[in-house]
């Protein structure tokens, strides 16, 4: 029997997720998706799939970008036949980090005896909407509603970047890790050439998890060369981020997991095989403004959110098995480890188990839920007392949320932990104006045929404040990739243009 020492211990007892390519049948309306992906999570548990439905306590939805309904989860329930009185739970219209902290949400009430069971899900489908775009139709699903309430909001909604960083043309992802990236090579004192490698092998590593999963959007083994190396499949976007080097949005996956107490779990009959258990979640924020960061190459509330981890658990870093690190680009994979204390490069444990959001597949703010599951997996086959990690980020590496689990019941009950994170203080952003600086990171972003279209910088100026400067001029941007422009001085300028001094 299924050790029920401490009956109110959450356990992942289903793990779902589809992937729908273009021309296979079937729906790709997310919720669609969603609900298939949970009824993949129900069958999983090995559990009747009617009586584990009829202990579950809430629906927690991750809301996406291609169905942007204000109550994702409400659409899962109906299609999943639950009825009204199931209360729905969903994280922020914008975040990578919304999966693992529904399951940190829901397990702790699952651990305090006031939820049986849960469901978590998620989906994208922007691959279909890109598709239908493209002949100027829209998706057949019914109409999003997006003032709708969900019956709990685990997170407000906050604009991502600054006046000052949107004028410079940081306004997505895409122009952010590569700034965090070019911060990460200064710091490591790596050429563009060294660190386009290092990044690109490590990358290459992510593929080739990716080519064994069935799940995955793009199963294909790439060579460091073939991801380094710009071309007609596989173009510049940024420095130093070729295409293969961003992760792809363009998606139609879901993915699910089922969440009860030990004691739910043995009373349906579900096999100990299935079990995984949540042994900690945490949660911590960065600094929220990028340029107000102290350093780009570090991310203190991860640091704070693995020490909180491992100081509850009593584990260490070396005692992990299965190990997911949120990937959307390398910069993001490269903070968590350094906080977290796990080699780059160690091939006895890869970073990831489902091969990253470029190549399993980035679908909008669900990817987490694939990593759990991929990590749930793995658990299941490895030797009893293995423990996995997964991590979960929003936007510029900004939010994060953290979970622990095991094979085994762990040393003390599950804990939803909100870590203090001891960070430096802020940095004050200047105005514009002539100001002379150090070049402390950059980035270019290409246009479609490969010329790069403008730079942004940010520079340090000899009192500690940060400037952010733009520039379109071409000898600037060429001086841009080469090896002694970080570090260099750089005079900015009141229209935020700046020169290499």
């Keep these: 029997m299924p050790d029920v020492s401490d009956p109110n211990a959450p356990v992942l007892i289903g793990l779902g997720e589809v992937a729908r390519r273009p021309g296979e049948e079937g729906s790709t309306e997310p919720a669609a998706l969603m609900a298939e992906a949970v ?79 849960a469901i978590v899900c998620g989906a994208e489908s922007l691959s279909t909407v890109a598709r239908l775009a493209r002949t100027g139709e829209a998706p057949d699903w019914p109409a999003p509603d997006p003032e709708r309430a969900a019956d709990e909001v685990l997170e407000g909604e906050q604009p991502a970047s600054t006046e000052a960083e949107a004028a410079v043309g940081m306004i997505a992802p895409i122009m952010a890790y590569p700034l965090i990236e070019n911060a990460i090579r200064a710091a490591s004192g790596r050429t563009p050439a060294e660190h386009l490698r290092t990044i690109a092998g490590l990358w290459s590593r992510f593929s080739a998890v990716a080519a064994e999963q069935p799940a995955a959007w793009s199963p294909k083994a790439y060579t460091t060369d073939e991801l380094a190396t710009p071309s007609a499949a596989n173009r510049q976007i940024t ?24 004691a739910v779990a043995s009373e349906l009959g579900v096999p100990e095989d299935r079990w995984v ?29 693995g020490e909180a981890l491992f100081e509850h658990t009593a584990i260490t870093a070396a005692d992990l098995g299965p190990v997911d690190l949120y990937s959307c680009f390398p910069a993001a994979v490269q903070l968590a480890a350094t906080e977290l204390g796990l080699p780059l ?74 870590p203090a994170v001891d960070a430096p203080t802020p940095r004050a952003v200047v105005e514009p104006g002539e100001i002379d600086a150090v070049a402390e990171t950059c980035t270019l972003i290409y246009d479609r045929d490969g010329a790069p279209s403008y730079g942004i910088l940010f520079a340090l100026a000899d009192d500690g404040t940060r400037a952010l400067g733009k520039t379109d001029d071409p000898a600037v941007m060429a001086a841009m990739t080469g090896e002694r422009f970080l570090g260099a001085r750089v005079r900015l300028y009141p229209d935020r243009s700046f020169d290499v001094l």
């Excluded at 879901?254 to 030990?262: D, E, F, P, Q």
């Excluded at 793995?378 to 689990?405: I, N």
């Design 39 to 117: 009824r993949d999570a129900l069958e999983d548990s090995g559990a009747a799939a009617a009586a584990l439905l009829e202990r579950v306590g809430a629906v927690g939805a991750v809301p996406p970008a291609a169905w942007p309904d204000g109550d994702p989860g409400r659409r899962v329930a109906e299609l999943l036949g639950l009825g009204d009185d199931v209360p729905t739970l969903r994280s922020s219209l914008q975040g990578g980090n919304g999966p693992q902290l529904l399951v940190n949400v829901l397990a702790e009430r699952i651990q305090a005896g006031t939820l049986d069971a």
């Design 239 to 262: 420095f130093p981020y070729t295409k293969l080097l961003n992760s792809n949005i363009q998606v139609d996956q879901g993915a699910a997991v089922v969440l009860a107490s030990a």
């Design 277 to 305: 258990y949540v042994h900690a979640g945490a949660r911590a924020t960065d600094e929220w403004f990028m340029s107000e960061r102290r350093a780009l190459d570090r991310s203190p509330a991860i640091r704070a959110c």
């Design 345 to 418: 490069d160690d091939p006895g444990r890869p970073l990831t188990c489902t091969g990253g959001l470029t190549f399993f597949g980035g679908p909008g703010n669900n990817y987490a839920t694939h990593g759990i599951v991929a990590v749930a997996r793995q658990l299941r086959d490895a030797p009893p007392g293995a423990v996995g990690l997964s991590t979960a980020l929003g936007w510029y590496a900004t939010k994060h949320a953290l979970g622990l689990y095991g094979n085994r019941p762990p040393r003390r009950a599950f804990a939803s932990l909100d």
